[in-house]
């Protein structure tokens, strides 16, 4: 089983994705580089 | 697609305590959906070694997280770090590799979250994939 497999459905994987950039985008420390572009 | 990592990052002026930020945040939000502290655990590894390969490039050892299926992985790295060794029993010269390709921010129109490590050298045989969490979702949808 793959960790993607063990952290759950891929609608669990896209709540914890959006949870990961709420979280992300509410840190001034770092929110920037979530918003880069590559 | 398939940039490698460090020159994904290169322009970021990302830093460690940048990268541990963002570890936290990965780590509790999966906390907060109940993923166990386990799987959680091997998750952040994953990202430790990411974190190794970008401030300290050099050759690292993978930790075993071998993925099956690769069908939904988009993107190839172009890294290659390794070096020449040499088969201690058959004296045969052969190139022990790690490839990396990470992806954690928002990449164009998608969001993504992906690691793809790649091992390849003697006593592995062939090639073998190792992937963290990946998941991509067109933005605003």
């Known amino acids: ?12 994987v896209e709540q914890i994705v959006d949870n990961f950039y709420d979280r992300v985008l509410a840190d001034d420390t770092v929110k920037d580089f979530s918003l880069t572009q590559i | 697609m398939g940039r490698a990592m460090r020159k994904v990052y290169s322009g970021l002026d990302l830093q460690p305590e940048h990268f541990k930020a963002f570890a936290l945040h990965l780590g509790e939000a999966l906390a907060a959906h109940n993923v166990s502290p386990k799987v959680i655990n091997a998750v952040l590894d994953c ?16 930790r075993a997280l071998p993925v099956e ?12 770090c390794g070096h ?6 058959s004296k045969a010269s052969y ?4 490839y990396f390709d990470v992806k954690l921010t928002r ?19 062939a090639t073998q994939h190792y992937l963290c969490l990946e998941k991509v ?4 949808v």
Not at chain 2, 47 to 62: N, S, T
Not at chain 2, 108 to 121: A, D, K, N, P
């Open chain 2, 84 to 89: 020449l060794a040499e088969n201690p029993a």
């Open chain 1, 1 to 12: 089983m793959t960790l993607y497999e063990e952290v759950g459905s891929e609608q669990a």
């Open chain 2, 69 to 80: 299926h690769r069908d939904y992985l988009y993107s190839l790295p172009d890294i290659r």
């Open chain 2, 107 to 125: 990449l164009g129109t998608f969001h993504s979250l992906i690691m793809e490590v790649t091992r390849q050298g003697q006593g592995v045989g």
């Open chain 2, 47 to 62: 990202v430790a070694l990411c974190k190794d390969y970008i401030f300290h490039p050099r050759p690292v050892e993978h």
């Open chain 2, 95 to 98: 190139f022990d590799a790690t």
């Open chain 2, 137 to 140: 979702k067109p933005v605003g």
